[in-house]
C-alpha cells in the first residue's frame, strides 16, 4: 500500500505540475452571488460559469458521507498532510478532470463552493510542506456544517500551510449566507458577506473592497491584514486615502486599457443586467449591488450566457460575423467555458429538494441548464462515471490521471454537448437558431414545471419519503433521457466540421 501511495504521488505532482503550468491564465470563470432577500424566491443563489483549457471531461458524481472509523491523514499533494478525523460528509462533485483549481462541491448541508481566479501583487513563496491548491475545496465540502464553518476552516489552513495560487476567491454559500473569501499566495485572506438584499459580481479581479474588521457578523480575514499591504508598499494611507482590499492586492493588469483587461468588461455587464443601472467602464464597482428587480434562476442563466449582445462591445454583429465566444473582447461566456451552473439554497422546501441545481455541461449559449436536486439518490448515468464511496487515492487518480475516463467518455453527456459545441462555433449564426428553436424549449418546459414537480413531490414527501425519493430520481432520469434523444437528433441532422 505505501508502495502504491508513492506511485500515485509522485503521479499526482507530475499531472499537477504540468497541468498549473501549461497555459497560466488571469481570466478564468465568473460567478454571481443572490442574497435571499434579492431572489424572486427567497432563496440564495449562485451562479457560475468556469472557463478552463485542455482536453477536460466534465463529470458529476454525489459521493456518500463515509467514516473510515480512525484518523485520516489527507494528502495535500505537494508533501503537506492534513490530519483530521475520519469522517467525511457526502458531497456533489462536478468534476473538470485534471484541472487543479476548476471543481465545484455541493455538501449535505447545502453548502456550496466554487472559485474565480484573481492574480495578487505577491510572487514570494510562504508555504509549509508545499502549500495547500487542489485539495482545499474538496476538504471544505467533506468538513463544512456551513459557509460561515467553510470560511473559518479555510482560514486555518491557509495559514498553517500557505495557499499555493497566486490569488483566487472562493464563492462559499448556504441556505441562510453567502460569502466571498479572497486569499493571497501565502496565508493571508479576507472575507466577507454578501448582504441578504444584495448582489455581488465577480470576473477575476478581487471585489472585496472596504473592510470592517471589527464587524464578525460580516467579515473575517487575517488580523494584520493591511499591515501586510503597507508593509509590501501596496498600500499609502496618505496617498490612498481609507484602505481598499482590490486595489491593494490585485495584480496589475497587462492590458491597461480596461476594455482589454479581460475583467472590467465582464464586471461592467454583469452590474449592468443585475441592477438595471448605467454603469461606466471606468467606474469603481462596489462588492454588491441592490438589483433592479429580483432575481430568479433564468436571469442567471442569461447573465452566464452573454457576449455582451445589445451593447457596443457585441463585436459580432447579432452573430453576423462569426462566433461571439472568440473575439477581442473577453465575454462573460467565452471558447473556454466548460461548465456553467445555477444553484439555489431554499430551506423552506423539503430537504431532499432545497438545493436544487441547473447544470449546463458545456458552454451555456449552445446547450441547456439540466435541473439536478441533490437529494436525488441515483444520478443518470450519463452524467458521470468514477468511484461513488470516499477513497482519497481513487479519487486522485482517476481525476489527475483520467485515462481511463477518457477511454469511457462516448456514454457522458458531456461528450455529447462538446460534438454539438463544435458543430455551432463552426457555423454560430444558423446553428443558434437552431439550437434556440429546437434545443432551448426543453430546458423553458424544465423552468415552467418545476414548482408543480417541487409542489407534487412535496405533497407526496409528506405522506411517503420513499415513494417521493423514486419520484425525484425518475424526474431527473427522464430530463437526462429527453436531452440526449435531442442531441443524438440535432447531431445526425448537422455534420461535424
Given at each position: 500500500m505505501k508502495k502504491n501511495s508513492a506511485i500515485l504521488l509522485s503521479f499526482f505532482l507530475a499531472l499537477t505540475g504540468l497541468s498549473l503550468g501549461a497555459a497560466p491564465q488571469d481570466d478564468n470563470c465568473f460567478t454571481v452571488i443572490v442574497g435571499k432577500k434579492?431572489?424572486?424566491?427567497?432563496?440564495i443563489m449562485i451562479a457560475h460559469n468556469e472557463d478552463d483549457r485542455g482536453n477536460i471531461i466534465v463529470n458529476l458524481r454525489k459521493i456518500g458521507a463515509h467514516n473510515y472509523g480512525a484518523p485520516r491523514?489527507?494528502?495535500?499533494?505537494?508533501?503537506?498532510?492534513?490530519?483530521?478525523?475520519?469522517?467525511?460528509?457526502?458531497?456533489?462533485?462536478?468534476?473538470?478532470?485534471?484541472?487543479?483549481f476548476a471543481d465545484s462541491f455541493i455538501n449535505e448541508h447545502g453548502v456550496v463552493i466554487t472559485s474565480d481566479s484573481c492574480p495578487s501583487r505577491e510572487n514570494k513563496d510562504d508555504l509549509t510542506d508545499g502549500g495547500i491548491g487542489y485539495m482545499l475545496r474538496r476538504i471544505l465540502a467533506e468538513k463544512a456544517a456551513s459557509a460561515r464553518d467553510a470560511i473559518k476552516i479555510a482560514g486555518e489552513l491557509v495559514e498553517k500551510f500557505g495557499y499555493r495560487a497566486s490569488g483566487r476567491t472562493y464563492s462559499i454559500v448556504d441556505k441562510n449566507e453567502a460569502w466571498m473569501m479572497a486569499l493571497i499566495k501565502g496565508r493571508h485572506w479576507f472575507a466577507q458577506r454578501v448582504p441578504d438584499d444584495e448582489v455581488a459580481v465577480i470576473p477575476n479581479h478581487y471585489s472585496i473592497r472596504q473592510?470592517?474588521?471589527?464587524?464578525?457578523?460580516?467579515?473575517?480575514?487575517?488580523?494584520?491584514?493591511?499591515?501586510?499591504?503597507?508593509?509590501?508598499?501596496?498600500?499609502?494611507?496618505?496617498?490612498?486615502?481609507?484602505?481598499?482590499?482590490?486595489?491593494?492586492?490585485?495584480?496589475?493588469?497587462?492590458?491597461?486599457?480596461?476594455?482589454?483587461?479581460?475583467?472590467?468588461?465582464?464586471?461592467?455587464?454583469?452590474?449592468?443586467?443585475?441592477?438595471?443601472?448605467?454603469?461606466?467602464?471606468n467606474d469603481v464597482y462596489p462588492f454588491s449591488v441592490k438589483p433592479g428587480k429580483q432575481i430568479a434562476a433564468e436571469d442567471l442563466m442569461k447573465i452566464l450566457r452573454d457576449h455582451y449582445e445589445g451593447t457596443a462591445y457585441d463585436a459580432t454583429d447579432g452573430y453576423k460575423n462569426g462566433t461571439p465566444n472568440s473575439t477581442k473582447f473577453r465575454t462573460i461566456c467565452t471558447a473556454s467555458t466548460i461548465n456553467a451552473f445555477v444553484v439555489s439554497l431554499n430551506g423552506k422546501l423539503p430537504e431532499p429538494i432545497s438545493v436544487s441545481v441547473w447544470l449546463a455541461f458545456g458552454k451555456p449559449d449552445t446547450t441547456v441548464f439540466l435541473p439536478?436536486?441533490?437529494?436525488?439518490?441515483?444520478?443518470?448515468?450519463?452524467?458521470?462515471?468514477?468511484?461513488?464511496?470516499?477513497n482519497d487515492e481513487v479519487f486522485t487518480k482517476q481525476h489527475f490521471a483520467d485515462a481511463e475516463f477518457q477511454a469511457a467518455k462516448d456514454r457522458l453527456l458531456h461528450t455529447k454537448v462538446l460534438a454539438l459545441e463544435k458543430i455551432a462555433e463552426a457555423n454560430y449564426s444558423s446553428m443558434i437558431e437552431t439550437i434556440q428553436r429546437e434545443l432551448i424549449p426543453a430546458e423553458k418546459a424544465f423552468l415552467e414545471n418545476r414548482a408543480k414537480f417541487e409542489a407534487d413531490f412535496?405533497?407526496?414527501?409528506?405522506?411517503?419519503?420513499k415513494e417521493a425519493g423514486k419520484k425525484l430520481d425518475a424526474y431527473i432520469a427522464a430530463a437526462f433521457d429527453r436531452i440526449l434523444s435531442l442531441y443524438g437528433k440535432l447531431t445526425a441532422k448537422h455534420p461535424k466540421p
Open positions: 434579492a431572489s424572486a424566491d427567497g432563496s491523514k489527507v494528502d495535500l499533494g505537494k508533501g503537506g498532510f492534513f490530519e483530521t478525523d475520519g469522517r467525511t460528509k457526502g458531497f456533489l462533485w462536478i468534476e473538470a478532470t485534471t484541472q487543479e473592510i470592517r474588521p471589527n464587524d464578525p457578523d460580516n467579515f473575517m480575514g487575517s488580523p494584520d491584514i493591511v499591515d501586510y499591504a503597507r508593509k509590501n508598499g501596496w498600500y499609502d494611507e496618505t496617498k490612498d486615502g481609507p484602505f481598499d482590499f482590490k486595489k491593494a492586492f490585485t495584480r496589475p493588469s497587462a492590458r491597461p486599457d480596461l476594455i482589454f483587461d479581460g475583467n472590467t468588461l465582464r464586471h461592467w455587464r454583469g452590474l449592468s443586467l443585475i441592477s438595471g443601472r448605467t454603469w461606466e467602464i439536478l436536486y441533490y437529494g436525488a439518490e441515483k444520478l443518470p448515468p450519463s452524467a458521470g462515471m468514477g468511484g461513488l464511496t470516499h412535496s405533497d407526496l414527501y409528506s405522506q411517503n419519503k
